[in-house]
């Protein structure tokens, strides 16, 4: 029994960081590395690729809106063709790196708002696999199950992987509880490291309501830049392979 | 009898557009395709490359300073370091369009303060040299010929191309008459065709001071920005192919 | 009887250009110059500004999202708070060129996405109040007639006024036809002119429908960045002032 | 006796933070906020210019070359023109939030490269002091004493005021030890705390080689983006007023 654990990284720029990169890639087992539109500049972009590749750690592309000024938290309203070509742009300049280090780029996971617009909207999703598909058709995307993302993959062919998120609450419905909201992010690492070993043994994780959601997911997501982020990471990987699944990475 | 005559495409952004991009492709054999950090928006950069592919017009890597304020033409001060990895984030982001485009990066020529800073400074000719064999060590440079990036490129086994330029006047060292001063950009197209036509048949250039220059381009360049530049190029072409020397690209 | 005359000026980015500044700068009398953020650099911020003050030209503020590569005409979901921020900058990035001409910003007209967003949404309308209160609550806005920054203004108690398109057709709402579709825009100098003349003379304009819309504008709007522009501007002043109508800044 | 204390605050870039911008407000009399060029986005240069007019500590523009991916630490060769645009565009919009928040911008510093440029380089000084003297002849600048700046504003008759830093290490010619030098920074807060004392006391301080250097600064530096920088503040502070020097802004 396996499973994947992937974060957030690489996402500073210049002088500025956000989470502790090498701390969590001595935990994770696929790194979503940020390629400069919402974070990561080149030398950020390069480093984190080294230590990935040293470490066995899947390079994924980490696509996003171009908007540093809002580390890509805000949606864009642009033309499927304008939003294609960025994020082709990015897959193309994180690949330079992941190469340059002895690995290539393995997944593609949106960021921000367009992780929440590809979940929603067919056309932005439609815009972001056309991306991945004229960049390679066989390099999966990472995202939520029932997302129109996952449709779209399915219907031109290219794989889909499902994430959970050991550290975010869900509705019934199975989207996320927003960031705003009370409850929406979990930060004991107990609790997440709970929901990481149930997610992963049985393929189901509770929603705000109680109700209990089928995910089945390929990977699990633990968020990197907030404080105790490293703790929580180790915890859950701690938690789950004490609970006998092996930590590898879904992709490569 | 062959040469190869290139020109910067693709150097718009955003709405902002420089030359005529489409008519200089039906002249050239290779375009120095713009990567977005002196111009370039990805949308620019795949349309360019798509023409580029579908005409056999091969696409170089026209990589710069980060500075679209400033177009790439003021000099930025950057450790070896940033300055290569920004340059192996632009090889890797214009390859994935010139690959979706069926064709690949074929050469890598620096532009504007760039292009000056690695004719004359070993250090940060050294860097872009780094970034170019970390992307792929047989991927030439198309530069100025006894520049310190020739010099590097012999010194690391990677192919170096001399270019010549048809409508720049020279300095009798072999460098090129600054812009700001009187004479330094040839505009009458029959002049620069009578230079191209010499330097493709002997190698051979008249400097400002009446000397005559050895250069022995492997590749002519017309500049595509100046108005009349399409005539000008078309008028080279038509000086090159009457004197039965064969268009074509320098590398791949 | 008089009336103003407005145009997008300053809109290159470096070494782009969009407009002919210089030559609009001879006929309208209000310049919704760019600050900076869709377009408009300091050095064309500069330029417009002690050209415009030189000419007794209006200095309005064309505030606009954070959006380069976008040219300001993708609308971005961004909390208010950060909205009104963007805002005051860019209104006193603009005052500090208008003061050093010898002049003011006297007026602000959002641009592009922000335009139609302060049309239809209270939230951004209200943000956009808010930062020119803050700079200053006697600052006029320049917008559509019926709009929510109309509507905000007026609670506000900030001074707005209503601007009137002659170059772009009307829906029977009053809503401008989208751009995308046919017969949005009026290239026709001709016909551009005998709307102007009507919207002056009567302030009514007719819509696609045929219907006749009441808008009682202080000012008219032409656009810079169309081929012919600076001719239909002309045949609009040339109107106008053969009809007896001054032409002079609604503000200031 | 009274001397002014300042540093570098608003050095974030949305997401981003680097110093501990509310507890330095509450320690120096001088803040030097950056202006979006190589930091401070419009929301944080907003938050530091409300918490400093309620503080009583005076707002100065810490202007910079437009490089955020090199925090402004890169020189840049640009034109004078063009420099002194892009301080006066900084200037502007700095004054706006300062304006709101009801203060001023009070005076003008230049950060990183920019600051080691207007004190060796005369052009860029001159570019500088342009900008300044466009926007208010009246307003100070900070900056090293016998640097080419401080000669350009006394031929303008622009105040200048001298700073000393008390956690760098001085060279005997006046200059500051660069920072990857042994010993350029002195992290030590008694240390740092003696120094400030000497110089607000006697004007002079010990350069590397053991001479002693004569300053007579009107502020001293301290920086905020080191570890502990707050506590070092704090030391200075004290060891300053427990010697009878009074803090109080050395500009408005």
Chains 1, 2, 3, 4 share one sequence.
């Not at 890639?25 to 539109?37: I, P, R, Y």
């Not at 290539?104 to 590809?118: E, I, N, S, T």
């Not at 699990?220 to 990987?237: K, Y």
Request: hydrophobic share 50%; with cysteine.
């Amino acid at each position: 029994m396996t499973i994947d654990l992937n974060a957030d990284l690489g996402e500073g720029f210049g002088v500025w960081r956000l989470a502790d990169d090498d701390a969590l890639l001595g935990v994770v087992t696929s790194a979503n590395v940020a390629c400069g539109f919402h974070a990561g500049d080149p030398v950020t972009m390069q480093r984190v690729c080294a230590v990935a590749a040293e470490r066995g750690v899947a390079i994924g592309a980490q696509v996003s809106y171009r908007d540093l000024a809002g580390f890509g938290r805000r949606r864009i309203d642009m033309p499927a063709s304008e939003l294609a070509a960025d994020v082709l742009y990015q897959l193309g300049a994180l690949d330079a790196f992941a190469r340059a280090a002895g690995s290539r780029v393995r997944y593609v996971k949106p960021h921000g708002a367009l992780y929440a617009a590809v979940t929603e909207d067919p056309v932005q999703a439609g815009a972001v696999l056309d991306a991945v598909r004229r960049f390679d058709p066989a390099l999966p995307v990472l995202g939520l199950p029932g997302s129109e993302i996952a449709a779209a993959a399915a219907a031109a062919g290219v794989p889909f992987t499902a994430e959970a998120f050991v550290d975010r609450a869900y509705r019934p419905d199975g989207r996320l509880v927003p960031r705003g909201e009370d409850g929406a992010v979990i930060t004991d690492p107990g609790a997440a490291a709970a929901r990481a070993r149930r997610l992963a043994l049985t393929g189901r994780v509770e929603a705000v309501d109680g109700s209990s959601l089928a995910i089945t997911p390929g990977s699990l997501c633990v968020h990197g830049d907030t404080p105790g982020a490293v703790e929580l990471a180790a915890a859950v990987r701690e938690a789950l392979t004490g609970a006998g699944v092996a930590l590898e990475p879904f992709a490569g």
